[in-house]
């Protein structure tokens, strides 16, 4: 069965560095999500991606953030210069179509901000 | 703007027991709605899903209603088993918007 990949599985990283969470999609999927989960909080939408851009996007997601698809099978997320409030699970997710398809999820990328 | 709220966890019960988590809903528009299981060290998973009112949503044993009145969409199944150990999320989109909104994840221990 198709799933979505994600790697790493665990990443820490020192507060100011930058952070590149990858994901593979399922591959005739085209449209892509990130969420994220802080321990003990609610998942959270980050931003969807379709036709190479950007269709929506939370508050969460400010200038620090960034996705981009640079190829036809990743998709990343970066995070220029973490906080230690960016420490979380995150969530890639892909689906075809949205307005009534199901979202597949990887299994999450946990970064952990000292 | 949309919310959903699920009853705290954890959930520990006995196998065979009779599971209930609660999940009530704030949305706009009619939105449809999901339940999602994340099973230890995996990802989310769909479980099941309703998009219009009265609908019932049914997988591997557990069904939940759309019940609009109540706004809730309440997970139920009859007799748990040790592997159903996981987390439950409670979801709703709202319209043709691609956006999940989550509950909190209700963890359910299942014991012999």
């Known amino acids: 069965e198709p799933e979505v990949t994600q790697t790493p599985s665990h990443q820490v990283t020192q507060m100011g560095q930058e952070v590149i969470l990858r994901c593979v999609p399922i591959?005739?999927?085209?449209?892509f999500y990130w969420y994220r989960q802080i321990l003990g909080q609610k998942v959270e939408f980050l931003v969807s991606?379709?036709?190479?851009?950007?269709?929506?996007k939370s508050e969460i997601f400010d200038d620090q953030f960034s996705v981009e698809r640079p190829d036809g099978s990743n998709f990343t997320l970066k995070i220029r210069s973490t906080k230690l409030e960016d420490s979380a699970m995150y969530f890639c997710?892909?689906?075809?179509?949205?307005?009534?398809?199901?979202?597949?999820f990887g299994e999450g990328s946990r970064l952990t901000v000292l | 703007g949309d919310s959903v709220t699920q009853m705290e966890g954890p959930v520990t019960l006995s196998e065979e027991a009779f599971l209930t988590i609660n999940c009530t809903y704030t949305?706009?528009?009619?939105?449809?709605l999901f339940w999602y299981v994340q099973y230890p060290g995996e990802g989310l998973q769909l479980l099941l899903k309703?998009?219009?009112?009265?609908d019932k949503g049914s997988n591997k044993g557990f069904e939940a209603t759309y019940r609009k009145e109540t706004t809730s969409f309440h997970l139920e199944k009859g007799s748990v088993q040790v592997s159903d150990s996981a987390v439950y999320f409670c979801?709703?989109?709202?319209?043709?918007?691609?956006?999940?909104?989550f509950g909190t994840g209700t963890r359910l221990q299942v014991t012999l």
């Open positions: 997710a892909s689906s075809d179509p949205p307005s009534g398809g199901e979202l597949f």
């Open positions: 591959s005739n999927h085209l449209y």
């Open positions: 991606f379709y036709n190479n851009e950007i269709s929506e």
């Open positions: 949305a706009t528009g009619y939105p449809s």
């Open positions: 309703a998009t219009k009112a009265d």
């Open positions: 979801a709703l989109k709202t319209g043709t918007a691609s956006k999940l909104t």
